[in-house]
């Protein structure tokens, strides 16, 4: 593929070629034509003489040959090394001969550099994923600060005597199915249990017009989730078994921490432009929606398999 500032497409190469084999024009004239130099114009010439139209396509940079490659051979040694002894690059360097630098890099290639994503019998690598759409919904709220009129800091900058704003937060309800990755979002005023019971119901509505029941519920500890009873009875009311997350382990609920880290990635590019006539609110719903665009560009035609 072109880089950014290629000056040639297929199209432009082939043009450029035209121009001097039919229209018979100097190569020093049709290179500068096109803005290019003459050593390129008579490289894509050459090309187009020893390959034809398959030779105006972009070619791969990897190159053709690497003596100081691994043999497949050394590959399977280290691999076998790893599962069977389970060390790291330091320890297999002596057992396979081959320095642990490279080792590093094979187990990094191959998803084995990290004891804890393997299953500890088999060291086969574990991600897991759930069969079915509804089977597992995580949950989690994301807290953002509003945006003042005027743009945040990002914007006006940190001077000394910039008053706060103190418009207050938001806190944005994420709920995202773990097989197929749809997403739902919605923007509250807090995050306490009935607000947390309210938008289960709604998310579960939501999948429900999707023909997807749920079926457990994760979660992490906070007390909104373990101590509410408007949200075991909203868990009750929707037939869902809740599952709470490992303390200190957010890995467990990736899944909604990586879309929580999106809406923190769109609050920092909102608050490094000036927003003088929108409301608060309606820039709270903006972040949601474009949450969601984003990402639902990820396979969710899975939802209805």
């Given amino acids: 593929m072109a880089h950014r500032r290629a000056k040639l497409t297929v199209f432009g190469r082939r043009l450029l070629v035209d121009r001097i084999l039919v229209d018979g024009m100097a190569v020093a004239h049709a290179a ?24 105006l396509e972009d070619r791969t940079s990897r190159p053709r040959h690497s003596p100081r490659a691994l043999s497949q051979v050394q590959v399977d040694a280290i691999l076998a090394a790893r599962h069977a002894h389970r060390f790291g690059p330091h320890r297999l360097a002596p057992l396979v001969g081959v320095p642990r630098s490279t080792i590093g890099d094979v187990l990094t290639r191959h998803g084995l550099s990290r ?19 509804g ?3 995580h949950i989690d709220v994301k807290k953002l600060g509003r945006i003042p009129d005027g743009g945040g800091h990002r914007f006006r900058g ?3 005597g910039t008053p706060r704003s103190h418009a207050g937060y938001d806190y944005l ?22 607000t947390c019971a309210r938008f289960l119901l709604n998310a579960a509505a939501f999948f429900a017009g999707h023909g997807v029941r749920i079926e457990r519920v994760l979660t992490d500890n906070a007390r909104n989730y373990t101590t509410s ?3 075991a009875a909203a868990l009750a009311e929707i037939g869902a ?5 490992r303390p200190f382990r957010p890995q467990t609920n990736g899944k909604d921490v990586h879309l929580c880290q999106a809406a923190s990635s769109a609050r920092s590019g909102m608050n ?6 929108i409301a608060h609110r309606t820039r709270s719903f903006v972040r949601a929606r474009a949450m969601i665009a984003w990402w639902w560009d990820l396979p969710s035609a899975r939802l209805r398999s």
């Avoid at 004891?115 to 759409?133: A, H, K, M, N, W």
């Avoid at 078994?241 to 997350?245: E, S």
Wanted: net charge positive; hydrophobic share 35%.
């Fill in 135 to 137: 089977e597992l919904l």
């Fill in 173 to 194: 309800h994420v709920a995202i199915d773990d097989m197929s990755r749809v997403a739902f979002v919605a923007p509250y005023r807090d995050e306490r249990g009935t």
């Fill in 272 to 277: 490094s432009v000036p927003a003088l006539s």
């Fill in 32 to 55: 500068d034509m096109v803005g290019v130099s003459r050593q390129t114009a008579w490289k894509w010439l050459r090309r187009f003489e020893t390959g034809g139209e398959a030779g």
């Fill in 229 to 231: 009873r408007a949200f």
């Fill in 158 to 160: 940190r001077v000394t």
């Fill in 115 to 133: 004891l804890r994503d393997q299953d500890r019998p088999s060291g086969v690598p574990i991600r897991y994923v759930r069969e079915r759409p």
């Fill in 241 to 245: 078994r809740h599952k709470r997350t």
